[in-house]
């Protein structure tokens, strides 16, 4: 099959083009039409990470390049894989281009893994693909949400017991507003977003937060209660502003994100020592603790609610052809992209 793909240059995210091979489909193999994927800037920390946390080595490209990973549906439109047939969709996470080439295997009714060489040392969870289901509801939705909620809802398991303060950095995020909204439902959380002073009366409209302080501010926080800061942004700097302004109120300073992905991420911050948020450890112990049915139910529940709500503050963007992924890509880089719209790219 003929694959467009975005290519990127490793040294300057902010340079990609376009190219398109001929992919053969070998024995074992299933070729995908990728017919939907979402970007946001949780795309551009695959690229910023791409080397270091290997997001390039998933789907590669040609030397000094790397074709980014995103989430979303792909179509089979030709298949040498027993239990794949043309016409079949899955939920997964596809290159940033308008089809790929795998290698299906344990394929059962629910979904399959691929089981390329290349992907075989790469962490399991971003290996699985699920058969398409419309149960699940709004596929744009899911494109979009899937892969950035569970970090929310796993966030809230991890953090939300207690109560107290929490302020959370890069507050326009959809995965910072998942999470405000869960802790925000608990009731006994005061939740702070910060944010740039562009996006304040976004986030503000929102409803997750109960306030929002843009960045140029940040010496004003103040903690009452016992503090948390969540940082989505990764910048250094901020990071240092806010444990100094908290000071010992601060009980626990937690990574999630790199938003601000051009800029130093560990210049000195007082009081507690960052700590790396690590999803799949957190997603082990609540199965542990919960069992995978009683898992399910509470990630069903909090999406459900985490969704509808969004439905008041996110303008669902269609865009079509690999040629708007590579706009959008770059926009995202430079961070030209209103946090209202959630972007889907039909490629
Ligand atoms: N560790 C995990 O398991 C995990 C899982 C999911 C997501 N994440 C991380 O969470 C972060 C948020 O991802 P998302 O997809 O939810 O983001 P998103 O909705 O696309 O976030 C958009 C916001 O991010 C900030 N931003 C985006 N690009 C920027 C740029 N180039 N320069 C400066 N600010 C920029 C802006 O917020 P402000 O103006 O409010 O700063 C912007 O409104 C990402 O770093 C992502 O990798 C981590």
């Excluded at 992919?23 to 299933?30: D, H, L, P, T």
């Excluded at 699985?128 to 699940?136: I, N, Q, S, V």
């Excluded at 303060?165 to 925000?184: C, D, E, I, N, P």
Aim: aromatic letters at 10%; glycine letters at 10%; charged letters at 20%.
């Amino acid at each position: 099959m003929d694959i467009t793909e975005l290519l990127i240059d490793r040294t300057d995210l902010a340079s990609a083009h376009l190219a398109t091979r001929t992919a053969a489909v070998g024995e074992g193999q299933a070729a995908f039409a990728v017919e939907t994927f979402a970007l946001t800037a949780n795309n551009v920390t695959y690229a910023a990470h791409g080397k270091d946390m290997r997001y390039w080595d998933f789907f590669p490209a040609p030397e000094g390049h790397g074709i980014v990973p995103v989430w979303g549906f792909g179509r089979c439109v030709e298949s040498r894989v027993e239990g794949i047939a043309v016409g079949d969709r899955a939920y997964g996470y596809w290159p940033c281009a308008n089809g790929a080439v795998l290698t299906p295997a344990k394929v059962t009714p629910r979904g399959f893994v691929d089981a390329a060489a290349h992907r075989s040392e790469l962490s399991a969870v971003y290996n699985g693909y699920l058969r398409a289901d419309p149960a699940m509801g709004d596929e744009r939705i899911q494109a979009l949400f899937r892969p950035l909620y569970i970090t929310s809802f796993l966030l809230d398991a991890q953090l939300g017991e207690g109560g107290g303060t929490a302020v959370l950095s890069s507050a326009s995020s959809k995965t910072a507003l998942g999470f405000a909204h869960a802790l925000k439902a608990r009731g006994n959380w005061h939740v702070v977003g910060l944010t740039s002073r562009r996006h304040v009366s976004f986030v503000a409209a929102t409803g997750c937060y109960d306030s929002v302080v843009p960045y140029d501010e940040v010496g004003s926080l103040t903690a009452d209660s016992r503090a948390i800061f969540v940082d989505f942004a990764g910048d250094g700097a901020l990071r240092a502003a806010v444990h100094a302004a908290l000071k010992d109120g601060l009980a626990a300073s937690i990574v999630v994100g790199d938003t601000h992905w051009d800029v130093a991420g560990n210049p000195h911050a007082v009081g507690p020592k960052p700590q790396f948020f690590f999803a799949p450890a957190v997603l082990a112990d609540r199965l542990k603790d919960w069992g995978q049915a009683g898992f399910d139910a509470r990630l069903a529940a909090g999406w459900t609610a985490f969704t509808a709500a969004a439905a008041d503050w996110l303008r669902v963007v269609d865009r079509a052809g690999m040629a708007e992924a590579q706009d959008i890509f770059t926009a995202l880089v430079a961070g030209r992209v209103d946090p209202a719209e959630g972007i889907i790219v039909r490629p």
